[in-house]
């Protein structure tokens, strides 16, 4: 399955209140050949607030290739 596509049919048939929609993001990396979670930061209004955020901060903050994968997954809270 399309991972975009599940979000957009999330977006348009969720039923679920819109203002408890939040994003976090993982980054891993390779420490001795065994990929582990860096950290997690958020939460994030929209998915592509956490997108921006994982660019930016890959390209200021991290030696190239230390983050060897990140992972924006769906938070929802109950306010």
Same mark, same amino acid.
């Given at each position: 399955?399309? /991972? #975009?596509?599940?979000?957009?049919? @999330? #977006?348009?048939?969720?039923?679920? $209140?819109?203002?408890?929609?939040?994003?976090? !993001?993982?980054?891993?990396? /390779?420490?001795?050949?065994?990929?582990?979670?860096?950290?997690?930061?958020?939460?994030?209004? *929209?998915?592509? #607030?956490? /997108?921006?955020? @994982?660019?930016?901060? /890959?390209?200021?903050? !991290?030696? $190239? #290739?230390? @983050? *060897?994968?990140?992972? @924006?997954?769906?938070?929802?809270? !109950? !306010?």
């Amino acid at each position: 399955m399309n /991972k #975009d596509a599940y979000y957009d049919w @999330i #977006d348009e048939n969720d039923t679920y $209140p819109k203002h408890s929609h939040k994003w976090i !993001v993982g980054l891993y990396n /390779k420490y001795e050949g065994v990929e582990a979670l860096h950290r997690y930061f958020g939460p994030f209004e *929209t998915r592509e #607030d956490a /997108k921006v955020f @994982i660019s930016h901060y /890959k390209e200021e903050y !991290v030696k $190239p #290739d230390f @983050i *060897t994968r990140s992972k @924006i997954f769906p938070l929802c809270e !109950v !306010v």
